[in-house]
């Protein structure tokens, strides 16, 4: 059974940053391209990051762009976000998500339960 | 602003069809990237509901079918039912900005 536990989130003050992490259980981790994707309070579904198998591709929405950055470490089956220079924006319930092949151009075909950063003074 | 639209709202009573709709563009759906449909219950996770334009993982109902033409692509539920009020996401891959990219989703009502 595949399982995306993500954990890190938390209130934390514009301009700080927030590392989230994924454990991954279940499937070949070193497959599959991994994502993060997020959901503001009462919105919708926003892709932040993606990472494909060897690290060796990574894209990122435009509005994380140079703030965050996605990482993976194969060994441990754990995907991460780090997360600088906060904004209220970002305030949101940040979704690990399994990619559905290789690349990051394929679906998203399971998902963690997510964890919600709150940026705030 | 979504990059793919989507109809904020769609509602049927019990046993009907109802479709949702997802119109894109020549940088996305147009230029032949997949589209894939996802199920979010009020509460949980978003769960992948079709994938590839009209292909059903596992466990998925065959009340729940995609289409994709041009730049545009459909959900159609057919023989709804209560247990699938729920918010529909439309998504697919934009070469323009190098990533994937999602609906403004569409919440079904089951009256």
């Known amino acids: 059974e595949v399982q995306l536990v993500e954990s890190g989130g938390g209130l934390v003050q514009p301009g700080r940053s927030l590392r989230l992490s994924c454990a991954a259980s279940g499937f070949t981790f070193d497959d599959y391209a991994m994502h993060w994707v997020r959901q503001a309070p009462g919105k919708g579904l926003e892709w932040v990051s993606g990472?494909?198998?060897?690290?060796?591709?990574?894209g990122y929405a435009d509005s994380v762009k140079g703030r965050f950055t996605i990482s993976r470490d194969n060994a441990k089956n754990s995907l991460y976000l780090q997360m600088n220079s906060l904004r209220a924006e970002d305030t949101a319930l940040y979704y690990c998500?399994?990619?559905?092949?290789?690349?990051?151009?394929?679906?998203?075909?399971?998902w963690g339960q997510g964890t919600l950063v709150s940026v705030s003074s | 602003q979504s990059v793919l639209t989507q109809p904020p709202s769609v509602s049927g009573a019990p046993g009907q069809r109802v479709t949702i709709s997802c119109t894109g563009s020549?940088?996305?759906?147009?230029?032949?990237?997949?589209v894939h449909w996802y199920q979010q219950l009020p509460g949980t996770a978003p769960k992948l509901l079709i994938y590839g334009n009209s292909s059903r993982p596992s466990g998925v109902p065959d009340r729940f079918s995609g289409s994709k033409s041009g730049t545009s692509a459909s959900l159609a539920i057919t023989g709804l039912q209560a247990e699938d009020e729920a918010d529909y996401y439309c998504?697919?891959?934009?070469?323009?900005?190098?990533?994937?990219?999602f609906g403004g989703g569409t919440k079904l009502t089951v009256l």
């Open positions: 990472i494909i198998w060897n690290s060796g591709r990574i």
């Open positions: 020549s940088s996305n759906i147009g230029a032949g990237y997949d």
């Open positions: 998500a399994k990619g559905g092949g290789y690349s990051i151009r394929e679906n998203f075909d399971y």
């Open positions: 998504q697919s891959y934009d070469s323009s900005l190098s990533g994937p990219v």
